[in-house]
C-alpha cells in the first residue's frame, strides 16, 4: 500500500465550541473550516499543522458512532487518516492481506474527500482511514 503522508488525526470531542481555545489560543492553530457531514452524523472542525490536519469530530445525534466512542472511551483520538493515490486500491490490497474492513467501496466524507475505513481488530486496534481527494474537488 502507497502512503503519501498522515493526511489527519481524528479526535471526538463532545462539544468543538468548548475545544476550539485550546487549539486556537493554546497551540495558535487556526481553525479554518467547519462542517457538518450528515450522513455521518457528525460535525467537524480542521486545522492544519505542516501538510497534516487536526479534525475535531463532534457527535450531532446520539446514535452516531462518535457518540458511541465518547460514550465507551470518553474523548480523545478517535482514528488516524493517511492520504493514499487510490482509495479503492488500497482497500482492495488490504482485503488481499486479510485485513477486514469497514468500509468494502470509497465513500465521500469531511472536506470533498473520498474516505474508507480498516477495522481496528485488523490494525492494532487503531481505527485507520484511507483518503484522497474527491474527483470533483
Same mark, same amino acid.
Do not use: W
Given at each position: ?8 488525526? *481524528? ?16 497551540? *495558535? ?46 474523548? *480523545? ?56 481527494? *474527491?474527483?470533483?474537488?
Amino acid at each position: 500500500m502507497e502512503l503519501t503522508h498522515i493526511e489527519h488525526l *481524528g479526535i471526538a470531542v463532545k462539544s468543538i465550541e468548548a475545544n476550539l481555545p485550546y487549539y486556537e489560543k493554546v497551540l *495558535g492553530l487556526k481553525c479554518y473550516n467547519i462542517e457538518v457531514v450528515a450522513d455521518q452524523k457528525v460535525r467537524t472542525a480542521f486545522f492544519k499543522v505542516g501538510q497534516t490536519k487536526i479534525e475535531l469530530l463532534e457527535p450531532t445525534s446520539e446514535d452516531s458512532t462518535i457518540a458511541k466512542f465518547i460514550e465507551k472511551k470518553g474523548e *480523545g483520538v478517535h482514528h488516524i487518516a493517511f492520504a493514499v493515490p487510490d482509495v479503492q486500491a488500497a482497500l482492495d490490497e488490504a482485503a488481499e492481506l486479510g485485513v477486514n474492513l469497514i468500509d468494502k467501496a470509497p465513500r465521500k466524507g469531511a472536506e470533498g474527500l473520498e474516505i474508507a475505513f480498516l477495522h481496528p481488530k485488523s490494525t492494532g486496534s487503531v481505527l485507520t482511514e484511507l483518503c484522497m481527494e *474527491g474527483k470533483d474537488k
